[in-house]
């Protein structure tokens, strides 16, 4: 398994790791940890809060009596 440094205090691998400790890790890499002994690229993108907008699932049904629903 690649070792990997955090870089700021953070959850990976159900544990929470401090900044500058090192430990094994088997997932994918994201902008926090950085793999030991290898050349440094660019960090994975961070969710931001404006990627995960809700989606209008629904339309708003016609009222009753309304023009726009008849067919007169």
């Not at 500058?20 to 440094?40: C, D, R, S, T």
């Not at 660019?42 to 931001?48: G, H, I, Q, R, S």
């Amino acid at each position: 398994m690649p070792m990997y440094k955090a870089t700021i205090k953070c959850f990976v691998g159900n544990t929470l790791r401090e900044a500058g400790e090192e430990f094994e890790y088997n997932g994918e890499p994201f902008a926090h940890i950085e793999q030991l002994g290898k050349a440094k690229t660019a960090p994975a993108p961070e969710v931001t809060a404006e990627d995960d907008e809700p989606k209008k699932k629904w339309t708003p049904k016609v009222k009753r009596n309304s023009a726009k629903g008849q067919d007169k």
